[in-house]
């Protein structure tokens, strides 16, 4: 870059971006004081890991409560009762699990440890990022949950 | 204690990183609230649930308050489909403090950087006020990192130009 363009990079780096307004600071402190925010990691890792598959298995039961419930009272969903009927049948809305993925987010290699029977292993720690969404096919509404979770991976290492 | 500590970490990294990471988030929203909701949605989620996380933490950020900002985007058109209206009027895009010496420059540099091609007030932004480097830019931007380093000397020609251009005009 010529000395013209490391000037005008200078003079950008010295305008200063405006500043957070107050009404934002206090709408995320209202969001984080309303929250188990200081929760510490690990425990927030143990409790991702059991609410993953809490959550999934509620989406799934709420499905099946509705279905068989419209099954069990056609009359009431079918009646010219209107906007009662159709009140009872969106209170639950049934959501499905339409996408998951893991996303790898970063990798370290911990070395070389050994096992309790004295086999050498390698140990890795893995972070991934799963998104799980679920979709209300009726109004195409759709609910994304992303959650951090750590793995750790222990290979066996085979000399040869 | 820890109720304390921990407010007290919060508000400095977001008084720290807040008004570079809204300049961000207004790079891919329509307006200041926009951009605010999206800092708001990012930040309670990193700090809720990716402090954990490693690497740096303006990066992730930057790639949290993207993906906030596009999902409000589809929504919003969505919305604006259902609706039958054309899409929001942009918001200038660009609002920085007074620092530079005088008014009409500090005008003049924010007028132009506002009318740089998205592609390339993007990366100018991420780069000079993310304070990103070239491999996180294009990391969040999903880019090559020499394509990023091409635009970010495109958005410094262009601005010298038309900064040139504007001293010309009696500015």
């Given amino acids: 870059m010529d000395d013209d363009l490391i000037q005008l990079e200078a003079e950008l780096q010295r305008l200063q971006p405006a500043p957070l307004s107050a009404a934002l600071t206090r709408r995320i402190a209202t969001d984080l004081g309303a929250s188990p925010a200081a929760t510490s990691a690990p425990i927030y890792r143990l409790w991702s890991w059991i609410a993953l598959p809490a959550a999934a298995a509620m989406a799934a039961l709420l499905v099946q409560l509705a279905e068989s419930r419209l099954a069990r009272e056609p009359a009431l969903s079918a009646a010219p009762t209107g906007e009662v009927g159709v009140v009872v049948a969106g209170d639950e809305a049934p959501y499905r699990p339409v996408a998951a993925e893991n996303v790898l987010v970063a990798a370290r290699d911990e070395g070389l440890v050994t096992l309790d029977d004295g086999t050498p292993a390698r140990r890795r720690r893995l972070h991934f990022v799963d998104t799980i969404t679920w979709r209300d096919p009726r109004t195409n509404a759709s609910i994304t949950w992303s959650l951090p979770r750590e793995e750790v991976r222990v290979v066996p290492v085979a000399f040869q | 204690?820890?109720?304390?500590?921990?407010?007290?970490?919060?508000?400095?990294?977001?008084?720290?990183?807040?008004?570079?990471?809204?300049?961000?988030?207004?790079?891919?929203?329509?307006?200041?609230?926009?951009?605010?909701?999206?800092?708001?949605?990012?930040?309670?989620?990193?700090?809720?649930?990716?402090?954990?996380?490693?690497?740096?933490?303006?990066?992730?950020?930057?790639?949290?308050?993207?993906?906030?900002?596009?999902?409000?985007?589809?929504?919003?058109?969505?919305?604006?489909?259902?609706?039958?209206?054309?899409?929001?009027?942009?918001?200038?895009?660009?609002?920085?403090?007074?620092?530079?010496?005088?008014?009409?420059?500090?005008?003049?540099?924010?007028?132009?950087?506002?009318?740089?091609?998205?592609?390339?007030?993007?990366?100018?932004?991420?780069?000079?006020?993310?304070?990103?480097?070239?491999?996180?830019?294009?990391?969040?931007?999903?880019?090559?990192?020499h394509t990023v380093a091409s635009r970010y000397r495109y958005a410094?020609?262009?601005?010298?130009?038309?900064?040139?251009?504007?001293?010309?005009h009696g500015r």
């Fill in chain 2, 156 to 168: 410094l020609n262009s601005l010298r130009t038309e900064l040139a251009a504007a001293d010309c």
């Fill in chain 2, 1 to 145: 204690m820890e109720d304390a500590t921990h407010h007290a970490a919060w508000q400095d990294w977001l008084q720290r990183y807040g008004p570079r990471l809204l300049l961000c988030a207004r790079q891919w929203t329509r307006s200041r609230a926009d951009a605010e909701d999206v800092v708001q949605e990012a930040f309670v989620r990193y700090w809720r649930h990716q402090r954990a996380l490693p690497g740096d933490p303006m990066a992730l950020m930057v790639t949290s308050v993207r993906r906030a900002a596009f999902d409000l985007a589809r929504r919003d058109d969505r919305r604006a489909a259902r609706d039958g209206r054309a899409g929001m009027a942009e918001d200038p895009v660009c609002a920085f403090e007074c620092a530079l010496d005088g008014q009409e420059r500090r005008a003049a540099v924010e007028d132009a950087v506002g009318r740089l091609p998205a592609e390339q007030r993007e990366v100018l932004v991420l780069k000079i006020w993310g304070e990103l480097t070239f491999e996180q830019i294009a990391a969040a931007l999903e880019l090559s990192p």
